[in-house]
């Protein structure tokens, strides 16, 4: 099984960038639009990382990375946002949350992440051979 990763935003155009991107990272990516269809998959399977929008209609990044822990206890959530300030970016990091990501971010420090988290969780497999 290869590192899994669980991305949950309603941007479906960037949605099929970070599938692509983490893809070609060597993550086996699942997408969601909300986080009720998240949590669902939570409730399923174990996911070594998981990207979640702030900002969605319903259930916002927050509200499913409180419930998060429900599910998956070592669970390592990143939030992406906009909207993300010092501010909240502490208050986050404060409940549990691994990392934010500010968007439009770089893929650069989207690697980093993934990369850091893939370390932390001893998988040190990079990039698929195609």
């Known amino acids: 099984m290869g590192f899994e990763v669980l991305v949950v935003d309603d941007d479906v ?5 970070l599938t692509a991107v983490l893809s070609s990272m060597g993550c086996d990516v699942t997408c969601v639009h909300s986080g009720a269809e998240a949590l669902k998959l939570l409730d399923k399977r174990r996911y070594d990382l998981m990207l979640a929008d702030l900002r969605m209609p319903k259930m916002d990044g927050v509200g499913l990375l409180k419930a998060v822990p429900l599910f998956q206890a070592d669970a390592r959530c990143v939030l992406m946002s906009a909207y993300i300030t010092d501010e909240s970016m502490a208050e986050a990091r404060n409940n549990g949350v691994y990392d934010c990501l500010r968007k439009p971010f770089k893929l650069s420090e989207l690697s ?3 990369e850091r988290a893939r370390a932390e969780s001893g998988q040190t497999q990079g990039p698929r051979e195609e």
């Open 13 to 17: 155009k960037l949605v099929e960038v």
């Open 112 to 114: 980093a992440v993934v």
